[in-house]
């Protein structure tokens, strides 16, 4: 296995797993609307995105990260917002090795820490992340508005 940071040279490998990836959280297969999103992420240095590929140069699942702060904490966070391994390889540690690259990119980059959210019914996510040492949020509520 091999794990790269993507530019645009994978767009095309980051698009087809993106697209899966929003087809396992219920939303409409758009890879013509998630090209454009996710080139600009890339070509703005908006997120860091990890892609693993097997021996052979598939890819395999990937990481997208988003770079914040926080003023309690006066520190820099990654935000760790997608993360999808393909069916054909999970339950093979692919997701335990691309969250521990992302952990190796937010030290590098001074990040305090590394914060993420998960379905309240993704129970196989809850468990990886818990065995890796996440701590579930007990002191805050995630609230979000739409203002399209």
């Given at each position: ?52 590929y ?12 988003y ?15 997608d ?31 590394v ?34």
């Amino acid at each position: 296995m091999n794990i790269k940071q993507a530019s645009l040279e994978e767009l095309n490998d980051l698009v087809n797993l993106f697209d899966q990836y929003m087809v396992f959280y219920k939303q409409p297969s758009a890879p013509h609307k998630y090209r454009p999103y996710l080139g600009e992420r890339l070509m703005n240095n908006d997120a860091t995105v990890f892609i693993a590929y097997n021996k052979v140069g598939e890819a395999m699942g990937f990481v997208l990260n988003y770079h914040s702060f926080s003023s309690v904490s006066l520190g820099r966070i990654m935000v760790l917002n997608d993360l999808f391994i393909a069916p054909a390889y999970r339950r093979q540690g692919l997701a335990n090795e691309l969250i521990h690259r992302v952990v190796r990119e937010a030290r590098n980059t001074g990040a305090i820490r590394v914060d993420l959210n998960t379905a309240q019914d993704n129970f196989s996510a809850q468990a990886l992340y818990e065995k890796l040492g996440f701590v579930k949020d007990t002191e805050y509520f995630s609230y979000n508005l739409s203002v399209k």
